[in-house]
């Protein structure tokens, strides 16, 4: 890598600021639009409140407490991308002020469909036994990998 690459690579990082919503906290990127990590505490107290809610209407949208570049629905249509969220949704549920927060884009990624209802619904799903057995678990999950192809 150059100097030129590692510069923007740093700038990339540098432009994170991390926010904190009543349930969980973000390192949102401007730069990419996206989180860069989310974390948040999960008890088996959160998980029980969770398992029976009525289903609540997703509504997808730029949090409206920062003033910063943010995706929209516009860059999700026709994408061949779904919006993943990266502290769980369904673990939000025990608030309507939590769950509402977790539709905000800057909690969302860029998923695959089938990794999304796959292999990832099966780590949350993973995450909330854990939470059950030990009585709370700490998550931490990771933002999009950012993947460059070079042309030969």
């Known amino acids: ?52 809610t009525p289903k609540i209407p997703r509504r997808f949208m730029p949090d409206p407490n920062i003033n910063l570049p943010q995706a929209s629905n516009e860059d999700y249509r026709n994408s061949g991308w779904v919006r993943g969220h990266m502290a769980r949704r369904q673990d939000m549920k025990w608030s309507e002020q939590a769950v509402s927060e977790s539709d905000y884009y800057t909690n969302i990624c860029p998923q695959n469909k089938e990794m999304n209802n796959g292999v990832w619904h099966q780590i949350e799903n993973l995450a909330r036994k854990l939470a059950v057995r030990c009585l709370t678990t700490e998550l931490l999950s990771l933002g999009c990998a950012r993947l460059s192809v070079k042309s030969v």
Do not use: C, I
Request: hydrophobic share 30%; no cysteine.
């Open 1 to 52: 890598m150059d100097t030129q690459q590692q510069g923007k690579r740093n700038e990339k990082w540098q432009s994170s600021t991390l926010l904190h919503s009543s349930a969980f906290t973000v390192s949102y990127n401007p730069l990419t639009r996206q989180p860069d990590w989310v974390a948040y505490t999960l008890t088996a107290e959160e998980v029980e409140l969770t398992k029976h």
